[in-house]
């Protein structure tokens, strides 16, 4: 199993940034995606995740309104758009598949999100 997350970089206050996390390995559509951050000196927190079938989202307080979570299970990828970025967004973020019967998870290997002010 891989997933691989893209997208990530530099990006000044109040811009835009869409992360991608390209699945393979698995049967993606049995899978739930989740994406989390973990900034320096702090936890891995949760940021969003989506269903299975793309129908039901999730969102930390911290990005509710500003990020969007959608999945193509058609191309076996699940995407993060981030807008309106502000420098306490700045992270590694992670995806995570979650399977829908067992709850066994696989991880990313994550990608740096830096805003600056």
């Known amino acids: 199993v891989q997933l691989v997350e893209s997208g990530g970089g530099l990006v000044q206050a109040g811009g835009s940034l869409r992360l991608s996390c390209a699945a393979s390995?698995?049967?993606?559509?049995?899978?739930?995606m989740d994406w989390f951050r973990q900034a320096p000196g702090k936890e891995r927190e949760f940021v969003s995740s989506?269903?299975?079938?793309?129908?039901?989202?999730a969102y930390a307080d911290s990005v509710k309104g500003r990020f969007t979570v959608s999945r193509d299970n058609a191309k076996n990828t699940v995407y993060l758009q981030m807008n309106s970025l502000e420098p306490e967004d700045t992270a590694v973020y992670y995806c995570?598949?979650?399977?829908?019967?067992?709850?066994?998870?696989?991880w990313g290997q994550g990608t740096q999100v830096t805003v600056s002010s």
């Open positions: 390995g698995l049967t993606f559509g049995f899978y739930a």
């Open positions: 995570a598949a979650r399977h829908y019967l067992t709850s066994g998870v696989y």
């Open positions: 989506v269903s299975v079938n793309g129908d039901s989202t």
